[in-house]
């Protein structure tokens, strides 16, 4: 089967923007993982996560942080047994990856 997927996601902020970021790591790569074990065939899945932040006004708004789009070679070629290194390298190995530069502070 080919079908496009969408997924979206609301990420909690924690100690610190690091730590924040790499929860939602940890959570793609939980979802790609899963991914890999259904018996499907996809064209293309996006994975987006929003977090509230306060701009320089002190408006509060939830706002994406991080899109990515990803295909099935990679997901073909992830090894969901080292979810560890498949973490590490997921900006690195998604066909696209975008992150809000809130995470880079």
């Given amino acids: 089967m080919i ?9 909690f902020e924690n100690l610190s923007v690091g730590m924040t970021k ?6 793609f790569t939980d979802i790609v993982s899963a991914l890999k ?7 293309s899945f996006g994975i987006s996560a929003a977090l509230p932040l306060v ?17 099935q070679e990679f997901l073909d070629r992830i090894n ?3 979810s560890l ?4 390298n997921l900006p690195d190995l998604a066909t696209e990856w975008w992150e809000h530069a809130a ?3």
């Fill in 103 to 105: 995470l880079n502070k």
């Fill in 80 to 82: 969901p047994n080292n």
């Fill in 3 to 11: 079908a496009p997927i969408n997924s979206f996601s609301i990420g």
């Fill in 55 to 71: 701009d320089q006004y002190g408006e509060k708004s939830v706002e994406d942080v991080i899109h990515s789009n990803c295909n």
């Fill in 37 to 43: 074990e259904l018996d499907y065939t996809f064209d």
């Fill in 22 to 27: 790499r929860s939602m790591t940890m959570d």
């Fill in 85 to 88: 290194t498949v973490q590490e």
